[in-house]
């Protein structure tokens, strides 16, 4: 998998994924409308399918609501890529499909770049500085959920 990056720094919290005031929209899609409105303005209008996210430490501390994960799912982003995740938000983001890897090497990629992510090997390869950053890889039953789409759909489909 491959997209240019957007790039956060630490301790980005739920709140920033997506403003409470938009926690009465229910679906991926409205949600997505507002993603990172007010550290990222641009963000909301100039996503695009396949995009990434890369952050630096904590990436989604705060509430443990399940809006900032929806809200990302709904911009269609192909992952996010961060030096470490509040444990909650993490366990959210799998739970509905929503990829993420852990990787040190993040204040190394810059806002723009485009990357190749192989989330079985955990490698992630900067196509435009030639460097490579090795990950945690995901374990084959995450990567099961997140291509079935989430837990939900997972479980349906292994009972």
Not at 46 to 53: A, F, L
Request: aromatic letters at 8%.
């Amino acid at each position: 998998m491959s997209g240019r990056v957007w790039k956060f720094g630490d301790d980005v919290d739920t709140d920033a994924v997506i403003p409470g005031r938009y926690l009465i929209m229910n679906t991926p899609e409205e949600l997505a409308a507002h993603a990172f409105e007010g550290v990222r303005p641009e963000f909301p209008k100039e996503v695009k399918e396949g995009d990434i996210i890369v952050a630096g430490n904590n990436f989604g501390c705060g509430s443990s609501r399940e809006h900032a994960p929806i809200a990302l799912k709904g911009t269609k982003i192909n992952c996010v890529i961060a030096k470490s995740f509040a444990r909650i938000f993490f366990r959210n983001s799998i739970n509905i499909g929503v990829a993420l890897l852990e990787c040190p090497d993040t204040d190394k990629i810059e806002d723009g770049d485009q990357l190749d992510v192989d989330f079985a090997s955990g490698v992630i390869k900067n196509v435009t500085k030639g460097e490579q950053y090795q990950a945690t890889p995901l374990p084959e039953f995450v990567r099961g959920i997140m291509d079935a789409g989430g837990l939900i759909e997972y479980t349906r489909q292994i009972i």
